[in-house]
T-cell receptor, first 114, second 108 residues
Framework: EPEVTQTPSHQVTQMGQEVILRCVPISNHLYFYWYRQILGQKVEFLVSFYNNEISEKSEIFDDQFSVERPDGSNFTLKIRSTKLEDSAMYFC????????????FGDGTRLSIL | SQQGEEDPQALSIQEGENATMNCSYKTSINNLQWYRQNSGRGLVHLILIRSNEREKHSGRLRVTLDTSKKSSSLLITASRAADTASYFCATDPEKLVFGKGTKLTVNP
């Protein structure tokens, strides 16, 4: 069964550095998402992406964050000037259609900011 | 917000028993989805029920939906230790909004 893959599985970065988290969504999916889960807390929506542009974003997704689909397969989340509170699991998801089809999640990237 | 809220927050049962989790939501929906999250892993889609459906089955899972009460339930029959996970409901907008979930522990 096709799956969403995320790399790296664990990223350790110094505070203030930039990180790029990578995702390969399922190939025939058109909608892409990033979520975040701080340890012990809820899974929180960050951003959705369709047709090469952001379709919706949460309050968390401020100017520090950006997303990109640089080619036909990858979907990336860039976090600039990382802060300690950015430490979390970041999940990528994709779906065929928005709202009416299930989202398929990757296993996440654990981001640790030191 | 379309956030679903799960109840109970935690549930501990013995292997072989049935587990029932409930979800309440606030606004009208087109569909409702249940997801599972094993510790430290991503969410796995379990089942989607549309607003015009009242009950749906998938293997050992049974989901009911009562749109008049804005509630849904997830029943796992003949539970196994591998069912130990957190379970979340989510309603149908483009962004999934998850509650705190029900943490299910199935003891062998």
């Amino acid at each position: 069964e096709p799956e969403v893959t995320q790399t790296p599985s664990h990223q350790v970065t110094q505070m203030g550095q930039e990180v790029i988290l990578r995702c390969v969504p399922i190939s025939n999916h058109l909608y892409f998402y990033w979520y975040r889960q701080i340890l012990g807390q809820k899974v929180e929506f960050l951003v959705s992406f369709y047709n090469n542009e952001i379709s919706e974003k949460s309050e968390i997704f401020d100017d520090q964050f950006s997303v990109e689909r640089p080619d036909g397969s990858n979907f990336t989340l860039k976090i600039r000037s990382t802060k300690l509170e950015d430490s979390a699991m970041y999940f990528c998801a994709s779906s065929e259609r928005a709202g009416r089809q299930p989202q398929h999640f990757g296993d996440g990237t654990r981001l640790s900011i030191l | 917000s379309q956030q679903g809220e799960e109840d109970p927050q935690a549930l501990s049962i013995q292997e072989g028993e049935n587990a029932t989790m409930n979800c309440s939501y606030k606004t009208s929906i087109n569909n409702l989805q249940w997801y599972r999250q094993n510790s430290g892993r991503g969410l796995v889609h379990l089942i989607l029920i549309r607003s015009n459906e009242r009950e749906k089955h998938s293997g050992r899972l049974r989901v009911t939906l009562d749109t008049s009460k804005k509630s849904s339930s997830l029943l796992i029959t003949a539970s196994r230790a591998a069912d130990t996970a957190s379970y979340f409901c989510a309603t149908d907008p483009e962004k999934l909004v998850f509650g705190k979930g029900t943490k299910l522990t199935v003891n062998p």
